[in-house]
């Protein structure tokens, strides 16, 4: 069994991994990259999408699932394995993405019009979706399935609805997939399943060399931003994941309501067009959460319904809250590289009676990053803003493990397995290696396209079935621009464009030399 990394690894975003047994490839994940590395969404997969057998899907967050529509694009037919709550927030959020990508291309293919230059093309629209979802095939916690020649078998990881981990046989080895994994305590879907044995064990680091503050201590730290907050009169925007880590600030809302720490005079907003339909994917499936969730249905409440809340879904009402004077704004995405948030940053950020609270994790290059890591002004939907509102970072509502809690979900491995480790940013990975090295363990950074032999324990290189190249249409593409420049420039005395086509053409006589 040979296995691959594609992605998520020295890195946190793009989670997929290819797995080679003698007879078939398989997928572990197919997810997309956020922020500095989300140029290599569009690249063309490392390998032929027809060829895989199916996929397997640990959960819905999109650094995980988001381009499986693409593959399926590509000519992906397989299987998609995956939880009934995962399957149904896929279908959400793939959709919602179709959206936001859509809107996107015609923001810039409305400039690349006037400026002559190519248009682009979303990712995938909503056909590839729709097909895409036809593929689901549902699979129950704790049931070993079996696929031609392997067995898998999906468990509760916690880290939001419908996680999981997987355990994945292949004649005699095991491997276990970590996927996301939840907090030990106070997570809202419970305690991540413990798995005793495996001879491999991919393991997530998103937190690898950080300990969150306990569930306390980030209940207080809550209440007291809020309440200084009120205090200001300004607004509170919170930018959130919308799937878990917005239920999840709703409930500690509700949790502020109940011992009068926030008043009912105080508007809340969920601004998402997806927020509702999330929320009750998170009723839907009650079952699945936590015990301290679970008193609430017991009592016939909901934990995620508020006094005061309202679900804004258009953008005429979002657009409303411009002049809103106080009040707390909920908005995607978490980590503000798109969505309804970007709008309340560029409209509040510069006023001191802001208040904005990150309650997730934020990848290197995004915008959430830049504003946590302190920058004074910020460019945001192509306007230069300056930064006066307060910044707070509260990450005890993770829903990731950290350090301590990673290194517990590792010990309840019984049979002293290898671990591969994955889905953390090079500092956080090797941190965590060091701490599992210190007790015995042997661990592996991979490296982006790294192929691991299970069987032999052999690092080699990964072996790229690359869809053939269109080299004509490229070369033609090519003359015919050179053909519309000729007849542009023939007249023009542009400098500058004549520096730049004279570069071009020094490259293509590298090109040149170096291939023939
Ligand atoms: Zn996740
Ligand atoms: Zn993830």
Redo the contacts with the bound molecule.
Sequence with gaps: MLLTFLGAVRE?TG?SYLLETESSLYLVDCGMFQGEGEAKNEAPFDFSPSSIKAILLTHA?L??SGRIPKLVKDGFRGKVYATLPTIELCEILWLDTVKLMKEEAERINRKNRRAGKPLIKPLYDEKDVEISLKLFEPVPYDEVISLEDIKFRFRDSSHILGSASIEVWNKDVKLVFSG?IGQQEGGMEGTPAEIEYANYVVI?STYGDRIHKTLEETRREFAQVIQSAINENGKVLIPSFVVDRAQRILYEIRLLKEQGVLSNSIPIYFDSPMGKSVTEVYRKYSTLLSGELQKYYLDSQDPFDIENLKYLSSVEESKRLNDLETGIIIAGSGMCTGGRILHHIKHNIWKDSTQIIFVGYQAQGTLGRKIIDGAKSINVMGEEVVVRAKIHTINGFSSHADQRDLLKWAEGFQSNPTFIIT?GELSSSQAFSQLLRLKGYQTLIPLKGQSVDLLKKEISEVRPQLPPIDWDSLISELSSQISTLKERLSNSSDMESFNLLKAVSIILREIIKNNF
């Design positions: 946190v989670s967050h650094d995980h996301d997530e889905h």
